[in-house]
Each structure stands twice: as C-alpha cells, then as structure tokens.
Nanobody, 124 residues
C-alpha cells in the first residue's frame, strides 16, 4: 500500500512560481515511477510530467515543457514539481500518482495510487 500526500498548491499571479511536493509512504518509492496529473472541472485528467524509477529520468508534457520540472528525492520519499512562468491555463487540481515498475506512463489508468490533490490557481 502506498500513500501519497501533496502540498504546495496555492494562488499566484501569472508569471509566478510554485513548487509542489508529494510525500510517499512505502519502501518501494525509489523503484516506482511517479507522475503528476492535473484536472479542471468537466475535463479529463491531464498528464503533466512523469519520472522513471531507479534512474529518475524525467519526461514532461509539451504544454509545460521549459516551464515545469519534475524531480524526486528517493532518500526523502518525495516527488516534486517545480512550476515556473505560470499561466492562468495552468489552473487546476494537481495530483501525484505512483505505479509499480520503473517505466513511466502518460495514462492515468496505469497508476495505482493517487494523492488527494492540491489546488493551483493562477490569476491573470
């Protein structure tokens, strides 16, 4: 069983930055691939970024490339999402997710565990 707890969301102006954190329980964190997704009401959950287990190679969606960075600290069992140059269209609830195995996935249904989400609101 893996428990995920996100933090770091909030309200910022366009152009600002936020860093989301996701604290994970469990002994297999370093071997699991992790992902960040976001969702706005009435829309499907959208892939934002993912990071491979073990080696930790990152992958980010085209829509956030160059602005968002995903990273992980295996010693702290924590996943991060650094978000810079934020835009109003980045407003959403952001979720972290975990899946067994080292390979990433862009599909929400591939992830077994989810956090409760953290609200990110960007004002124009």
């Amino acid at each position: 069983q893996v428990q995920l707890v996100e933090s770091g969301g909030g309200l910022v102006q366009a152009g600002g930055s936020l860093r989301l954190s996701c604290a994970a329980s469990g002994r297999t964190f370093s071997r699991n691939s992790m992902g960040w997704f976001r969702q706005v009401p009435g829309k499907e959950r959208e892939f934002v970024a993912a990071i491979f287990g073990i080696g930790g190679s990152p992958y980010v969606a085209t829509s956030v490339k160059g602005r968002f960075t995903i990273s992980r600290d295996n010693a702290k069992n924590t996943l991060y999402l650094q978000m810079n140059s934020l835009k109003p269209e980045d407003t959403a609830v952001y979720y972290c997710a975990s899946r067994s195995g080292v390979d990433i996935s862009l599909t929400p249904t591939s992830y077994e565990y989810w956090g409760q989400g953290t609200q990110v609101t960007i004002s124009s």
